[in-house]
């Protein structure tokens, strides 16, 4: 592991944008052991548009040869036993994601399927929603789709599934989920976007949803990704952006391996990943633009993305995105994470509009100045400073990225330094989560792993098509004088044999929720061609922790499920922030129940909520251990 101190040196938006233009524009890539292409870099924009199709990914100058599979098979007998598989315990078990043709012979085969938690029914229990791929021959109509599955809480690790009398099958090519209560009726509903045409599941308060996206103009066609729900303009009702990936027509597809092994065909005629042919995308294949609906009073929304600034005519191919609070100015920011382009950060102006900053800020392009293929993204305050910072994760062969947020609209790229960087570079990461697991009031890191090339597995490149989950602990700098001032570090925790980080999966979307209500953070997972995968945590239950559902009062402009807030819990000299995020992860959704550890504090110092309005309320708090519900001007239950 690589442990460097941190250096965090904000540097005004000007001299960013300054040191990323010379970077983008003078950079030349070291070649990596794939198709070396050594060149300096033209914006991304040209490169789509002058590029033929290439496999997925970026070159980096950091390949892994090994004969070692790095990503999967690695345990260590000392480490602690910290999830433990449950899932054959659960009706999940029945539940299988097809995403595709086995030898994955094109792009949209391989990034779907998000998750979701929601407590749809308001029974106090998280319950799960799992979305399904499907085929191009289903999508062409010449066999039947595949079902998502929405699984009821009944408690104690007993879920029933209830799709069909829930009426939420989407037998469509799923691909990402966001929740959140867009008519603040006290009932959270569920944006699904697709490959082909988007749904608005409505939650009819009885158990059944109601598609309703094609009456509310929310309908989307085309490649839809990680989308979010926001109230960005104040107004008390939720807004949604949804990222748009690829313009790929089913009935003129690239070249494909399966074509390449024909009799007769030349490998470089196809695109290939380290000389070996795979799917082609994204690169070289065009993108689509992203969509910003904003809500209207009578409950239909309005396509206001080139009013706003957010309708990305560069067509970068977006996959995952959340609107956040990243500076104090209490109006929601918006990030979205690209596959091989660069971020995008828009600052909210205060009037309808947003001012695109990635490169000012920091968060365009990695501490190279080099573009990622972005696919998941964690949003948290991991160093406990008030400030909300970015973890995403990318494809293998690079290293997943954490941007510290400096202030004032400005990040630094501390991966090495905080040691998240070499371990991760076999690794092709996707879901992931800030989640304190131990509960000792630091947030540590999760991530979802798996590739998208079959082929892996024959090569002797150090990866696999299936791959171990990551974890890695919070914890002081080993040295004692960095670790006096504050400075964190990430150390991974090994895979205990037998355990939930032993397995192997070829993961996608990840979800976090306390699903057994015993004060530890659970996981869900959605894997391509497989079953899902449940794990509780098993970890030691010394430190104690707090749960807090917050309801926003839509009268005084807050969203009903307040997404926006943000709650402080001070515990001593420990003040720790959580956001109500929509979105997020990769394509899926967390429990949007705020969770704190609190180590060894048996009480709550403060409590305070920053709501949606603007407004900032203290809250008593009775004990800890336990759920609370926060309803703003009427408090605590």
């Not at 300096?40 to 002058?50: D, E, F, H, I, W």
């Amino acid at each position: 592991m690589r442990l460097m101190l941190f250096s965090f040196s904000p540097k005004p938006r000007a001299a960013r944008r300054a040191l990323a233009i010379a970077a983008l524009f003078s950079l030349t890539l070291a070649p990596a052991a794939s198709h070396a292409r050594q060149q300096s870099k033209p914006p991304a924009a040209a490169q789509q548009q002058q590029q033929p199709p290439q496999g997925m990914g970026v070159s980096t100058g950091t390949a892994v040869v090994s004969a070692t599979k790095r990503t999967a098979g690695i345990v260590d007998p000392k480490a602690p036993a910290v999830f433990e598989d449950v899932t054959a315990r659960t009706a999940l078990a029945q539940f299988r994601n097809r995403s595709g043709s086995p030898q994955k012979d094109y792009i949209v085969e391989t990034v779907s399927a998000g998750v979701a938690v929601l407590d749809y029914d308001n029974d106090g229990l998280p319950d799960i929603y799992l979305l399904n791929g499907s085929t191009i021959a289903a999508e062409q109509g010449k066999e039947k789709a595949p079902r998502a599955a929405l699984y009821h809480n009944l408690g104690n690790w007993k879920f029933e599934d209830v799709t069909d009398k829930a009426g939420v099958a989407n037998e469509r090519w799923g691909m990402g989920l966001a929740v959140g209560d867009y008519d603040n009726d006290g009932y959270p509903d569920i944006y699904v976007s697709n490959f082909g045409t988007s749904r608005l599941y409505h939650n009819n308060h009885d158990g059944t949803f109601t598609d309703v996206a094609p009456k509310l103009g929310v309908a989307r066609k085309g490649w839809s990704t990680g989308a979010t729900f926001g109230d960005y303009d104040g107004d008390g009702r939720l807004d949604l952006f949804v990222p748009g990936y690829l313009d790929l027509d089913l009935n003129n597809l690239p070249p494909s391996p399966s074509d390449a092994a024909k009799p007769g065909q030349i490998a470089q005629n196809f695109c290939q990943f380290r000389g070996v042919p795979v799917m082609c995308g994204p690169r070289g294949l065009k993108g689509e633009h992203d969509t910003l609906y904003h809500q209207k009073p009578d409950g239909t929304f309005e396509d206001v993305s080139e009013k706003a600034g957010t309708s990305d005519p560069q067509g970068y191919y977006g996959l995952s995105s959340a609107f956040v609070h990243v500076n104090e100015d209490n109006l929601l920011d918006l990030v979205v994470v690209n596959d091989s382009t660069p971020k995008q950060l828009y600052i909210n102006k205060g009037d309808g509009t947003f001012e695109e900053v990635g490169y000012p800020s920091g968060i365009a392009l990695n501490e190279n100045g080099r573009e990622q293929a972005g696919m998941g993204l964690a949003v948290g305050d991991y160093d406990n400073d008030g400030l909300v910072d970015f973890y995403i994760t990318n494809f293998s062969d690079d290293s997943n990225t954490l941007y510290h947020n400096d202030g004032e609209g400005n990040f630094t790229d501390v991966t090495f330094q905080a040691g998240l960087g070499e371990p991760t570079i076999p690794f092709l990461g996707w879901g992931t989560a800030f989640l304190d697991f131990d509960n000792d009031g630091w947030k540590d890191v999760l991530v979802a792993n798996g590739h998208v090339y079959p082929a892996v597995d024959s090569q002797q490149w150090g990866t696999s098509y299936a791959q171990q989950l990551l974890l890695f602990q919070n914890v002081p700098h080993p040295d004692a004088g960095q670790a006096a001032k504050g400075v964190r570090v990430f150390r991974r925790i090994g895979a205990a044999p037998g355990s939930g980080l032993a397995t192997a999966w070829c993961s996608r979307g990840l979800a976090v929720a306390d699903f057994d209500g015993d004060g530890r953070l659970d996981l869900v997972i959605n894997n391509i061609d497989s079953s899902p995968t449940v794990l509780r945590n098993v970890s030691e239950a010394k430190n104690h922790w707090l749960r807090l559902k917050l309801v926003g009062d839509p009268a005084r402009k807050s969203p009903r499920d307040a997404t926006g807030a943000i709650a402080y819990v001070t515990t001593g000299k420990l003040r720790q922030r959580e956001d109500v995020v929509s979105g997020g992860s990769y394509s899926s959704q967390n429990d949007c129940c705020l969770f704190f550890g609190l180590g060894a504090a048996t009480k709550v110092e403060r409590l305070e909520v920053k709501w949606p309005d603007g407004s900032t309320e203290a809250f008593d708090v009775p004990g800890v251990d336990r759920t609370l519900t926060l309803t703003e001007g009427k408090g605590v239950k």
